[in-house]
């Protein structure tokens, strides 16, 4: 499926809301889709908020709070809204350490309604990174190490969980993006197969 406008993604929204009670959603982070979390933003009712509990893809641990997916995401998709407003579960709590957090992820994350994913120019998809072997790997979440990246640390949804969902979207917005998508296509072997493998098993929102 290729989406190709925020009216009509958040109308495929609205229409698992009316077949479910509760939906579950998980979140990327990044600067490129965040757009659509503005857009999202306006839309959101308290009553809407209420019906759906929210997970992230992945996130970036030992730091500072300013630099974690959770926060960046919840100034922009939550703007407005008190904490008590929305349910997001953590990827990371820091009074526990990183295996005890991937049990406890592997506990939480269930099959998702929908997955937002995006896709860097760098070629990584949530935390899992080209060429980039994961440390600590289980069926649904890994710990992962990028000496390279500026955030070395982190936690990620696995390859496994997210070959196995269905309900995955990849949101290419934007001049660049969508140009990146365009090299995706024509290059293939420029990318990490099994990155690209993910985006090929998956919907699109190309704006």
Do not use: W
């Amino acid at each position: 499926m290729i989406i190709k406008s925020y009216e009509q993604f958040y109308n495929l929204l609205n229409n698992k809301l009316s077949k479910k009670k509760n939906l579950k959603i998980m979140l990327t982070g990044g600067n490129s889709i965040s757009p659509f979390y503005r857009y999202l933003n306006k839309k959101f009712t308290l009553s809407f908020l209420n019906h759906i509990n929210f997970y992230l893809t992945d996130e970036r641990i030992y730091e500072n709070k300013k630099y974690t997916n959770q926060y960046n995401i919840e100034r922009i998709l939550f703007k407005g809204f008190k904490k008590s407003s929305y349910k997001i579960i953590k990827m990371y709590e820091k009074d526990k350490n990183v295996q005890e957090n991937i049990q406890r992820l592997n506990k939480k994350m269930v099959n998702m309604d929908l997955i937002f994913l995006s896709f860097a120019n760098d070629g990584h998809i949530s935390s899992l990174f080209p060429n980039n072997k994961t440390q600590i790997n289980s069926s649904k979440s890994c710990f992962v190490y990028n000496k390279n990246n500026q955030y070395q640390f982190r936690l990620s949804v696995s390859y496994a969980f997210l070959k196995k969902n269905k309900n995955k979207f990849f949101f290419f917005i934007g001049k660049e993006k969508k140009n990146l998508y365009k090299k995706i296509l024509s290059k293939e072997n420029d990318f990490d197969k099994k990155n690209l493998a993910i985006v090929k098993n998956s919907n699109l929102l190309i704006i």
